[in-house]
């Protein structure tokens, strides 16, 4: 007679009861360590305007259970006066260095104020460990050296959220998504904006990075991305992203994520109404 594992359920970050709550988780796995690295917003209540510092807990994955460390605050991943948010790991595997990106916000900043007034109070950010999240470097803030200019087009942006992809050939990506400045009329205010996902990548193990050209269309949010390979040593980026239309948004790249091509809703692909996170995570099913 066949036996199937038995897999518990393990809650690993639980709203607390003076409210400080817990959202926009992200997991790594890290086949050489055979751990995993979730991540998470540590908000002083459920608003994304009360998010406040990352934090972190690390599992090691045995035969047929995790056994998780306890929680612990990502100190380092905080600019001064800013809110952290949106945490997307990235792993690398040529030289055993682990990313972690993040956004910081000014203050308590709402999205939908920057959308208004076009006003971009986003900071792209990453700090990075070498011994799988045991110890964290210092932040750095890449916004002018990445996006540039560029940064007065966008009302705001964020990160994934969910994690990022190595690539066979050793390309680091982040997914990300810009809401696009369309009109600056009425008065000054921001009449339209266009959400778009693209992502940053980096061909030189994380010490540089660039970001490609966004998918063309439908409007696409929150997105997370898979690299297809095929068996001729070729392959295709496929992104899956959320969409303000009802249906998840695709797109591909035949280029590792320098652009994308034409998106396509999805109508098989319902989109919930909070809308979904849409990570795909691998790893050794348990014995």
């Known amino acids: ?36 690295l979730a991540f998470c917003e540590e908000r002083l209540s459920p608003s994304d305007s009360q998010a406040h510092l990352l934090v972190m807990r690390k599992g090691t994955f045995y035969r047929n259970y995790v056994e998780w460390e306890d929680m612990h605050v990502l100190g380092t991943a905080f600019l001064s006066g800013h809110r952290s948010m949106n945490p997307c790991p990235v792993y ?87 809401y696009h400045i369309d009109c600056k009329e009425c008065f000054g205010q921001i009449c339209q904006t266009t959400s778009r996902a693209f992502c940053f990548h980096s061909d030189t193990h994380g010490r540089t990075w660039r970001f490609g050209e966004a998918v063309p269309g439908p409007e696409s949010v929150e997105c997370q991305m898979v690299s297809v390979d095929e068996e001729d040593g070729t392959n295709v980026l496929y992104c899956n992203a959320r969409s303000p239309l009802g249906y998840r948004v695709q797109s591909l790249s035949l280029d590792d994520g320098a652009a994308f091509q034409e998106g396509q809703l999805v109508q098989r692909l319902v989109e919930p109404r909070n809308g979904c996170h849409g990570s795909i995570v691998g790893f050794p099913a348990p014995l």
């Not at 690993?12 to 890290?30: H, Q, S």
């Not at 999240?133 to 210092?138: N, R, V």
């Open 1 to 36: 007679m066949l036996s199937f594992p038995f897999v518990t359920r393990s809650m690993l970050f639980r709203k607390e009861p003076n409210g400080v709550t817990y959202r926009v988780p992200a997991l790594l796995y890290l086949p050489r360590t055979s751990c995993f």
């Open 92 to 178: 690398d595997e040529f030289t055993g260095t682990l990313f972690l990106f993040f956004i910081a916000v000014l203050g308590h900043t709402s999205e939908s104020y920057q959308l208004v007034t076009g006003k971009n109070v986003t900071r792209l950010c990453f700090i990075c460990s070498t011994d799988e999240g045991d110890t964290w470097s210092p932040v750095t803030d890449l916004t002018q050296r990445v996006i540039g200019d560029t940064i007065k087009e966008w009302a705001t942006f964020a990160l994934g959220p969910g994690h990022g992809i190595q690539l066979k050939s050793g390309r680091l990506l982040i997914p990300a998504y810009a």
